[in-house]
């Protein structure tokens, strides 16, 4: 499937997962927050609202030139209502563009790994030196050749978020390989919001809702049937609603 087919598929998708009635469980499209990508050769440099953000580790002639990319997303406050249940939670990026001016990566394996960010940033702020610790990898990408949208499976991280048993600070997308994987911030205005950081969450559903289980499905069917390497676990066929 092409990247171009992928993504259509996914805005629709997504558009009728939204569309579908309102009921107390709901699935939701989160596609605002604060992004910021800091840079080791700049360590005290806030690079603040540039429209470009890297992974990659890379150290040309002894000096470090490797980027870490972070990204709190906006929780919807009916996330936070009493006894919502997070069922599945993807969040995900998509590497757009490479970067040569450190040498041609683009032969190299690349890789994406998420983390959990363990302590508050400021877009505004953050610099290299100043980045926050961040936790051990739960889950990535380790054989990345070519460019297209790639995700995170975040759903215990966004029920501990919404519980409150884990402070939200975001995901931080880094990588200890070579090849220079480019994405688009939120500031970027040349592309949509697809091709942006992205979250979806779809929270357990009511018993009776078989249309949401139809619609929200479908937006994460369109990341399953793409993710060969690493396949999300497998799908319960239990009615839910979306909103």
Not at 19 to 42: H, I, K, M, R
Request: negative net charge; aromatic residues 12%; proline residues 7%.
């Amino acid at each position: 499937m092409s990247t171009k087919l992928a993504m259509q598929q996914l805005g629709i998708a997504l558009g009728l997962a939204l569309a579908a009635a309102p009921a107390a469980a709901e699935t939701f499209l989160v596609q605002s927050g604060q992004d910021s990508s800091p840079y080791a050769f700049t360590p005290n440099l806030a690079r603040g609202f540039r429209n470009t953000a890297y992974a990659f580790t890379n150290s040309l002639d002894g000096t470090d030139h490797s980027f870490e990319y972070y990204i709190q997303f906006d929780l919807p406050a009916e996330l936070f209502e009493p006894d919502v249940v997070v069922d599945e939670a993807y969040a995900w990026i998509y590497y757009g563009y490479d970067y040569t001016i450190f040498g041609d990566t683009t032969a190299e394996v690349g890789q994406i790994e998420c983390r959990n960010v363990l302590a508050p940033w400021s877009q505004a702020t953050l610099t290299w030196n100043n980045r926050p610790a961040v936790g051990p990898v739960f889950d990535g990408w380790d054989d990345i050749t070519s460019r297209g949208m790639y995700w995170c499976d975040v759903t215990a991280l966004v029920q501990g978020w919404i519980d409150g048993t884990v402070a939200n600070h975001g995901i931080a997308i880094t990588s200890g390989a070579l090849r220079v994987i480019g994405f688009y911030t939120w500031d970027d205005v040349t592309v949509g919001p697809n091709f942006k950081p992205s979250l979806v969450v779809e929270t357990l559903p009511e018993p009776s809702a078989l249309l949401g289980l139809l619609a929200g499905g479908a937006a994460l069917a369109v990341l399953r049937r793409r993710r060969a390497p690493r396949p999300p676990r497998s799908p319960r066929f239990q009615p839910r609603r979306t909103r």
